[in-house]
């Protein structure tokens, strides 16, 4: 793979993955926003569901990158 690919896959990665849901009212953020949530019954896990959301993003880079066979490389 080339440096020019590996970039590319990292600005796609960039460009796909979302924030947690942040509002206004912060009893509606989600509570892994980076001000977390005013309920404290939201518990401590995501619940907007970008953790979900990301983690395909970042297994989809995974399988472009090949990290399998280049797992050896540092990045
Ligand atoms: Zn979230």
Known sequence: MTDTTRD????????????????????????????GSANDNAGAKCDCGADEHNAKVDAI???????????TETQ
Do not use: F
């Open 8 to 35: 590319l896959i990292q600005r796609l990665v960039s460009l796909a993955r979302r924030e947690h849901y942040t509002c206004e009212d912060s009893w509606y953020s989600c509570p892994q926003s980076e001000d």
């Open 61 to 71: 880079a995974a399988d472009l990158r090949g990290d399998a066979t280049t797992a």
